[in-house]
Nanobody, 125 residues
């Protein structure tokens, strides 16, 4: 089972950009569908974006369309989440999650079985 580690979070001003990185080890990463989730203080963990195994098919939460871009580099065992035009409401801990051979566009956290520890994104107004 692959292990994933997130990085790239930080404190940014509204309107800025961040690129989060999910680095994997211990498995054939190209066979894993990867999702990004986020959890704001006092709220549930929500799906943000996903990218399917084997190709480049991506899917997004409605709230993420337009400002979030997910991509992967299988040669580097890495998935990225680019966030542009950051807003204070984007403040959350962002988690990377993976599931081998997950063949559907899954927005459900229960469908993923490898999780990182998260990276904090804080957007100041």
């Amino acid at each position: 089972q692959v292990q994933v580690v997130e990085s790239g979070g930080g404190l940014v001003q509204a309107g800025g950009s961040l690129r989060l990185t999910c680095a994997a080890s211990g498995g054939t990463f190209s066979t894993y569908t990867v999702g990004w989730f986020r959890q704001a203080p006092g709220k549930e963990r929500d799906f943000v974006a996903g990218i399917r195994w084997g190709g480049r098919s991506t899917y997004y939460a409605d709230s993420a369309k337009g400002r979030f871009t997910i991509s992967r580099d299988n040669a580097k065992n890495t998935v990225y989440l680019q966030i542009d035009s950051l807003k204070p409401e984007d403040t959350a801990v962002y988690y990377c999650a993976a599931k081998r051979f997950l063949s559907s566009n899954s927005y459900n956290s229960e469908d993923y079985n490898s999780w990182g520890q998260g990276t904090q994104v804080t957007v100041s107004s």
